[in-house]
Each structure stands twice: as structure tokens, then as C-alpha cells.
């Protein structure tokens, strides 16, 4: 099983390792020819409006809709998930508009540019270290999503069918639990059946 790492900017290697932690194999995306031959994708932590330009200059906005549209999962962290999102508050444009979520962009402001917490995330049994940089969070989710973690009353992780999205960043620590349910999520699509 194959998931691919969106890799035009962000944290693409730290993805990588935590992927083959979770005891799937991962793979630097660069090229749209290469979502044929992956399983999921992961759009990592970065700066959103440099990863949505570089996105429509290398023709992957509609060719991650199409691998969406195929059911193929979806994991979005920090920027990532802004870029998987349908609304992006105060903005006109989303990226991919995929999920239906509305994000905040730096919702946790400049004095909290980043910090740790220990969060409990639904599916997952014991307490995630969770980093949160410059982190955006989701202002309101569709009927459709489930809300799998809040921090301070806030949501930071959530799921929609086969759309995953984190406001930290799951791939800096080496808890890759995040990654295992994420893979799980893959195996579960390819019709393979969770573990
Ligand atoms: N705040 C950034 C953005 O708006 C995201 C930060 C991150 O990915 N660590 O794109």
C-alpha cells in the first residue's frame, strides 16, 4: 500500500517517515502522473497560499478532485487542511474545496503562534501529542463530517468519509498513531478491510 506526500512545499520528509512508521510505504508526489499509482495522499503543513499557486500551476487541483472523486483518501495537516476545505473565512477562493468545513487561518494568533497540547482524538485510545504551528482551526462542519478532536472547545480534527484534516501537525513527534488511522483509512477504501 502506497500514500503519496504532496511535495511541492511543507513538511514533506517528516510525512515520509512517519507513513513508513504506520508500516505503509510513502512517496514524494511532484508530479499529478504519480496520484495513478498511490493509494491515499497526504497535503502537509506549509503555507496554504503557496501550495494552492503551486498546485494550479502543476495541474493538481483537478486531478486531486478526480482522485477524490475516485474515493481515494485525503489527509490534510495544518495548511493541508485549509487546502482540502470548501470555505476559507475571510477569502474568496478555497483550494480544492473538498471537505465541507469552513476554516480560520491563524485562528490562534500571534501570541500562541505555536504550542503543544495532549489531545484526545475519537478512534484513537490514549492522548495525542499534538504540535500546533500558526494552526488554522474549523469554524463550522457540514452533516456529513465528524468532528474527532477539539481543543478548547475548538475544532482540529475531523473527517468526512474519506477526507481526513488536522489543524497540528501529526508527522513532527514520533507518535504516528494519526498516520495509522489515516492508513487504515486507505487499506479500508482499497477494499482490503481494516485491520
Ligand atoms: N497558517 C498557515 C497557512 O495559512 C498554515 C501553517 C502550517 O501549515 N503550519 O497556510
Not at 54 to 66: E, P
Not at 156 to 167: D, F, G, N, P
Amino acid at each position: 500500500m502506497k500514500i503519496g506526500v504532496l511535495a511541492l512545499q511543507g513538511a514533506v520528509a517528516e510525512h515520509i517517515r512517519s507513513i513508513g512508521l504506520a508500516g505503509a510505504e510513502g512517496v514524494a508526489v511532484k508530479r499529478t502522473e504519480q496520484l495513478d499509482e498511490i493509494d491515499g495522499l497526504i497535503i502537509p503543513g506549509g503555507e496554504s497560499t503557496t501550495i494552492g499557486k503551486l498546485m494550479r500551476k502543476y495541474d493538481f487541483i483537478d486531478a486531486i478532485r478526480k482522485f477524490s472523486e475516485e474515493k481515494k483518501p485525503i489527509f490534510g495537516t495544518c495548511a493541508g487542511l485549509i487546502v482540502l476545505a470548501k470555505e476559507i473565512a475571510g477569502q474568496e477562493e478555497a483550494h480544492l474545496g473538498l471537505m465541507d468545513i469552513t476554516v480560520n487561518r491563524n485562528a490562534f494568533g500571534r501570541q500562541r503562534e505555536s504550542f503543544e497540547a495532549d489531545l484526545d482524538i475519537a478512534g484513537i485510545e490514549e492522548p495525542v501529542r499534538a504540535v500546533f504551528i500558526r494552526a488554522p482551526l474549523i469554524q463550522k462542519v457540514g452533516s456529513d463530517v465528524d468532528v474527532l478532536a477539539e481543543y478548547n472547545g475548538e475544532i482540529v480534527t475531523a473527517r468526512e468519509e474519506h477526507l481526513l484534516a488536522s489543524s497540528f501537525h501529526p508527522e513532527l513527534t514520533d507518535d504516528y498513531r494519526l498516520h495509522q488511522y489515516f492508513a487504515d483509512m486507505v487499506r479500508e477504501y482499497k477494499g482490503l478491510g481494516s485491520k
